[in-house]
């Protein structure tokens, strides 16, 4: 949903990514737009850091390191 399937290098966040209709009224609340770009820019961090590409980040140590900064990585 971030990572742009063509474009190597380029991520998508906030209002940006692509969803269906149905979904697409729902990203347009603010904590939503919030939460989006801040798991982009752990994405782009953790590729940073490691080297790597960001297509290369493993899922799970994203969602780890988002909770571990007491970031929100579900709604409720």
Do not use: C, H
Request: proline letters at 1%.
């Amino acid at each position: 949903m971030f990572i742009a399937k063509d474009i190597e290098g380029f991520l998508a966040g906030e209002k940006n990514i692509s969803v269906s209709r149905g979904v697409g009224g729902a990203i347009r609340l603010q904590p939503v737009a919030m939460y989006t770009g801040q798991a982009v820019g752990a994405i782009a961090g953790l590729a940073i850091q490691k080297g790597v590409v960001a297509s290369k980040i493993n899922s799970t140590e994203l969602q780890l390191l988002l909770s571990q900064q007491n970031l929100r990585i579900t709604m409720e």
